[in-house]
């Protein structure tokens, strides 16, 4: 890859990393949350059966209609900010003030954790 | 900082901040100075060709450089040969808002390159981190996650070696007392020889030794592994600073004080390379 093509494509990932910083996490409306006596948090999501558990597979592979999601103390002071109104960033900014972190160290940590969230239908991402 | 290389032939490290300004600093061993002008005008023709603006020159000092509109943001390149190290280095910066003129002349006036002189201990300073490893210990482990880094020099089985890290995020994994933490680092089998607890400028040090014996054989000649290592939190960002050295010997050498002496975390406890 030439030198050109090198920034051309660091310019062209601007705009998506500008979008991830302003987007906004909002919960899923259908999760119940029920708050732990040590501050974590458990998440109940429903969860569809998928197309192709038909039978007989559907006789052989248990199904979950609940998956129960854990979050650890910090993944839960993660899950309060996520709030509908706290963008990417701030929650990255706050997770960072609290814990000490550069952004960059928060970021890594904030939006690995928020992409497995939403992966698991606890969280919605909306992009204006 | 985004991306790190650590050979040192040829790699890239890649700084950037939040708001899209980005920094990169590229090096190559070559044979001989290149021909910068060529290289440059080269490059502003392949720009102008795929329809970037107005690529010109702005040299600065020994640093020859170009400047442009990349994608519509402005570009700085500035390259270098440095004849002592036979190295062509490489800066880059992108600006997604103003052209900070003095920032770029800061970096390009600070930029230095350090001979590696093998009678001395290599002063390393990366992730937080300023430390000196012992002459003639390759680096040989390099381990950037986030709130944790981790220098190795030499291997940990053979010889000697030497282990840097920093680690954030304490309060939430520290579980038990930094003393009692830190003998659980040393490796499998150690016995621990000796522990002390030291103050030095606001910052609680904790040091600890340990042996272990060897095979009969070396055993027999007297040689033992000796683990001997240091951990603080620093109280100016709260993260914990541990540094250990193993080696095989016939008695410790008693490597420490290690804090200030090869690693530093502020500058209270800062390398003083003239200990």
């Known amino acids: ?128 | 900082m985004l991306s790190f290389s650590r050979d040192l032939e040829a790699g890239r490290c890649a700084f950037a901040d939040r708001h899209d300004f980005r920094f990169e600093l590229n090096w190559r061993r070559v044979d001989g100075p290149p021909d910068f002008d060529r290289m440059l005008s080269d490059y502003a023709a392949r720009l102008a060709g795929e329809g970037d603006g107005q690529p010109r020159r702005c040299d600065k000092g020994a640093w020859k450089g170009l400047s442009a509109d990349v994608g519509g943001v402005r570009t700085t390149r500035f390259g270098r040969y440095f004849g002592d190290q036979g190295c062509l280095v490489e800066l880059v910066f992108l600006w997604p808002a103003q052209h900070d003129c003095n920032l770029e002349d800061d970096c390009l006036s600070g930029f230095t390159t350090a001979l590696h002189d093998g009678n001395r201990p290599q002063r390393w300073r990366a992730f937080g981190m300023d430390l000196l490893a012992s002459r003639g210990l390759a680096l040989s482990e390099v381990t950037v996650q986030p709130a944790h880094a981790r220098l190795v020099f030499g291997r940990p089985t053979r010889g000697r070696c030497e282990i840097f890290e920093r680690r954030g995020l304490v309060q939430e994994w520290l579980d038990m007392p930094l003393g009692e933490w830190l003998r659980r680092t040393a490796p499998p089998g150690m016995r621990v020889e000796g522990e002390r607890r030291l103050e030095r400028r606001g910052h609680e040090i904790h040091e600890v030794r340990c042996t272990r014996r060897l095979a009969p054989v070396r055993r027999a000649l007297g040689l033992s592994r000796h683990f001997e290592a240091a951990a603080w939190i620093c109280p100016r960002d709260s993260r914990l600073y541990s540094t250990s050295v193993s080696y095989v010997g016939k008695t410790a050498i008693g490597a420490g004080p290690f804090a200030g002496r090869i690693l530093g975390c502020c500058e209270k406890v800062d390398i003083d390379v003239k200990d």
């Open chain 1, 1 to 128: 890859m030439s030198k050109t093509e090198v920034t051309t494509s660091i310019v062209s990932s601007r705009s998506s990393w500008r979008r991830m910083l302003r987007a906004r996490m909002v919960r899923n409306a259908a999760a119940q949350v029920a708050r732990e006596s040590d501050g974590t948090i458990a998440v109940m999501v429903s969860a569809e059966r998928p197309r192709w558990m038909v039978p007989p597979l559907r006789w052989m592979v248990p199904f979950k209609p609940q998956r129960t999601l854990r979050l650890d103390k910090l993944g839960s002071r993660v899950w309060d900010l996520c709030d509908g109104q706290c963008t990417v960033e701030d929650i990255i900014d706050r997770f960072a003030a609290r814990h000490e972190l550069t952004f960059h160290e928060a970021r890594v940590s904030v939006t690995s954790y928020l992409k497995e969230l939403i992966a698991r239908g606890a969280l919605v991402v909306v992009i204006e």
